[in-house]
């Protein structure tokens, strides 16, 4: 097993805990998640952050190649 799978084999039992630990009932998982983001909103990055971070570095994309 390389490195990458380890980590990724962690994960997977530490999804498993908190799975087992909110009685394996998808609506109760997605309440803890909910609970989770408002705990740590600073380590939580939005799909809006990460789509203005891209449409940025394409438009500079942009810029520099029409400077070319």
Known sequence: MTKNDEAISQIRKIR???SLENGHNPQ??????IQLQK????LIQYK?????VLESSV???IEA???K
């Open 16 to 18: 498993h805990i908190i």
């Open 39 to 42: 705990q740590y909103p600073h």
């Open 48 to 52: 809006e952050q990460q789509t203005k």
């Open 59 to 61: 438009q500079q994309g």
């Open 65 to 67: 190649e029409g400077q």
């Open 28 to 33: 109760k998982l997605v309440n803890y998640y």
